[in-house]
């Protein structure tokens, strides 16, 4: 990896690090972890090709009618921004793709959305575009860290996106490896996705929320393909001093996230959700779930959740009106895993709010933010009728770095998937091309065929 830098150098260390990324060898370790992150991105994307959010996206990619090579998840070929556009959508639609825990934001919606399309479209090997996504995931993952007072976090906190507004850079670079861009034309492909940069939390339970992912990675390869024809954008609005930091930012108080690429490679610690809702819902509907079994028939009177301030921040709702506003309702995630619910995928439909548990349970919940408390961490406090209180606490939820999910769990949840909207056969074939990619065999075109085709959306 690169050399150490100055701080005052931090626009330059990127692009340095995006153009030697080209031949840059990966370690063993870290092409498995982008191998568990394409399955992941894989699953969730398929699951989530017919949301509303798609279908309109779907209309309007057909209206442009841009011919390429870059496969549209179960849809035609087009250019490879365009596809980008709507598999990057697809991955976020179900709020279930990976996360990088310390504020980054879901990357790989937009990396490997960047990596896989514009790889395609120009016929190169699968070893690319796993090249081309890791350096993404590094470049994104850094720039939105610091943990819980980072920046990431604390752009949250000031009603911005960190997926999208960090998604961008990440898409860049992972576009600037696919197509072999010098250090300076890297300097501008970033600089085009920072001043591109936004997306706001007030778009969270609407169709806005997925298009973040995908726009990222749109914007990413249009930055890249831009600079490759000789666009020249602002290269230093990643310092300290202007750009992205100040103007989101301004009085704001926050760790800056180190920059270094030397010390260790941040794909290893990438987050997988199990839930088809906000990451801040997360800890606590496990412990509704893990209490469920200890409450019999026994009514329940009121929930008290002890959570993290940013669980109320991004998923605050306490009465949400339709299942996508329930992705962002810590109360209702709560009350539907006391009420049984797995919240895949599937279960957040309108009817869920119907649900007479749900609905009834819902209401009791209050939600106490706790600062200091980890963000994967919840401790619920739930008063029975017979005036017992049961206590139930997750210290860190399933699916964090420090608590992995296994090859077998992933296959689990990408199965549980695919095989819905592809069928066994297919979804075998795509895991198999999945657990191999990056190894010789030709795993894009493999990846394009199997999700070729029209689902009836």
């Known amino acids: ?7 005052s150098d931090r626009s330059a260390t990127l692009a340095s690090f995006v153009a030697r990324a080209t031949t840059m060898p990966l370690p063993e370790e870290v092409q498995e972890a982008g191998r568990q992150a394409l399955a992941d991105y894989i699953g969730v994307s398929v699951a989530g090709h017919a949301d509303p959010a798609v279908k309109a996206l779907r209309k309007l990619a057909n209206s442009w009618n841009a011919p390429g090579g870059a496969r549209i998840f179960l849809g035609p070929q087009t250019q490879p921004a365009v596809a980008a556009l709507l598999n990057g959508t697809m991955t976020h639609a179900m709020d279930l793709d990976d996360v990088h825990y310390a504020g980054g934001g879901h990357p790989s919606g937009p990396c490997w959305s960047a ?8 016929g190169l090997a699968d070893t690319t575009a796993l090249r081309a996504f ?40 992972s576009a600037c490896v696919v197509l072999g861009l010098t250090k300076e034309e890297a300097a501008s492909a970033l600089g085009v996705a920072a001043t591109t940069a936004g997306g706001l939390v007030g778009s969270f339970g609407t169709h806005s929320k997925p298009f973040h992912a995908g726009k990222a990675a749109m914007d990413g390869i249009m930055a890249a393909e831009m600079a490759q024809s000789g ?15 100040p103007s989101f930012l301004k009085d704001a108080e926050y760790v800056l ?8 490679w941040y794909v290893l610690r990438n987050g997988y959700k ?12 496990e412990a509704a779930q893990g209490v469920r079994g200890r409450l019999g028939n026994r009514r329940i009177e009121a929930i008290r959740a002890y959570v993290n301030p940013i669980a109320l921040v991004a998923a605050g709702n306490p009465a949400p009106k339709t299942g996508l506003e329930a992705r962002f309702s810590t109360h209702c995630c709560i009350a539907m895993g006391l009420a049984g619910y797995r919240l895949s995928a599937f279960d957040f439909t309108d009817d869920i ?25 919840a401790r619920l406090e739930i008063t029975l009728s017979d005036g ?13 770095p420090d608590t992995p999910l296994s090859w077998a769990q992933i296959e689990d949840k990408f199965k549980g998937l695919v095989e819905p909207v592809l069928g066994g056969t297919r979804a075998n074939g795509l895991f198999v091309t999945v657990r191999r990619f990056g190894e010789g065999m030709d795993g894009l075109a493999s990846i394009a065929s199997l999700l070729a085709g029209d689902t009836g959306t």
């Open 1 to 7: 990896m690169t050399e150490p830098h100055q701080q």
């Open 115 to 122: 990596a896989l399309t514009l790889a395609q479209h120009h």
């Open 134 to 173: 890791v350096t993404g995931y590094e470049v994104m993952s850094r720039l939105g860290g610091g943990g819980q007072s980072g920046v990431g976090r604390t752009l949250q906190h000031r009603g911005f996106h960190p997926t999208s507004i960090f998604g961008r850079a990440g898409a860049a670079a």
């Open 231 to 245: 666009f020249l954008a602002a290269s230093d609005l990643f310092e300290i001093d202007k750009g992205i930091l």
């Open 257 to 264: 996230p180190e920059l270094d690429f030397t010390q260790q």
């Open 274 to 285: 199990r839930f088809a809702s906000c990451r801040a819902t997360h800890a606590a509907a």
């Open 353 to 377: 709010i119907n649900d007479p548990i749900v609905a009834d349970l819902t209401p009791r919940v209050t939600c106490i933010p706790v600062k200091g408390q980890s963000e994967v961490a």
């Open 388 to 400: 017992q209180t049961l206590e139930a606490v997750v210290d860190v939820v399933l699916g964090h």
